[in-house]
């Protein structure tokens, strides 16, 4: 490993997107430190990578940003990138899934997510360098009937990093949110997707997602919406009236 304590921090690097994310950065010459639940899993992508080390995590319990911040500071290393690629969504009607699962979802997408960014961005702005990568989805640009608490956490996400891209902007730290739509990961079977459904047949692969990501960030984009059916759909939530909106997205099936 490179003396260069400087690191780029991947939350939910044990799968999917937060996999990719780790190997495309590995092969830019990125020190990463890998965090997730599945400790097996990041152990054996950081022996892939050589150049990594993982910190097992569960980001949706309370205090668990500041233990991996304590443990990153222990380490002598300082975030230089954070990529907050860890969350998961639920599929159901809203009054019928699990409460605390809910509960979770909340504390993962949104909670967390704003821990991270809050423990890294005061030493990015000191230094006037850095970058943030929130991930996010096309779910941040419309109400999701079916989907109800999932969608309102990335529009969370959508708003909040947009904001933080104008607060950091003067400082010289990139701020970016990556907003895919289905994408080929575990989250499709985690959330309780069909495999025949809509979210399989327009399923992007997560190497030209996360490859999207990273060069939007490196251009600091505050939204960066990879594909043009992508686009042209988050795009037409602006001209749409609402209720039309709602009913469409609740129209849906997976």
């Known amino acids: 490993m490179s003396s260069d304590k400087s690191v780029a921090l991947i939350s939910g690097a044990s799968a999917g997107l ?3 994310f780790a190997r495309q950065l590995a092969k830019r010459g ?6 997730a639940r599945r400790e097996d899993r ?6 892939e990578l050589g150049n990594a080390r993982a910190v097992a995590a569960d980001l949706a319990e309370a205090g668990s940003a500041d233990r991996l911040m304590a ?4 380490a002598g290393e300082r975030v230089e990138l954070l990529v907050n690629n860890a969350g998961f969504g639920l599929k159901g009607r809203f009054a019928e899934l699990d409460a605390a699962r809910q509960r979770q979802m909340i504390d993962l997408n949104i909670g967390a997510l704003t821990d991270l960014c809050r423990a890294v961005a005061p030493g990015m702005m000191e230094r006037k360098s850095g970058g943030i990568l929130n991930v996010a989805s096309t779910a941040a ?20 990093t947009e904001a933080l891209h104008e607060e950091l902007k003067p400082f010289g730290i990139s701020v970016s949110a990556l907003c895919p739509g289905p994408t080929r990961t575990e989250f499709g079977a985690v959330a309780g997707f069909g495999e025949n459904g809509a979210f399989d047949r327009f399923s992007a692969d997560s190497a030209s997602v996360v490859r999207a990501g990273l060069e939007g960030l490196e251009r600091n984009r505050a939204v960066v919406v990879p594909g043009w059916i992508n686009k042209v ?3 037409s939530t602006r001209f749409v009236p609402r209720p039309l909106v709602r009913k469409i997205a609740g129209a849906i099936k997976y």
């Open 18 to 20: 937060g996999v990719e």
């Open 42 to 47: 990041l152990e054996e992508l950081a022996t």
């Open 233 to 235: 759909g988050a795009s």
């Open 141 to 160: 640009f419309q109400p999701g009937p079916g989907m109800a608490v999932y969608f309102a956490t990335k529009a969370y996400v959508l708003s909040f």
């Open 71 to 74: 443990d990153i500071e222990a």
């Open 30 to 35: 990125r020190r990463l430190v890998l965090t």
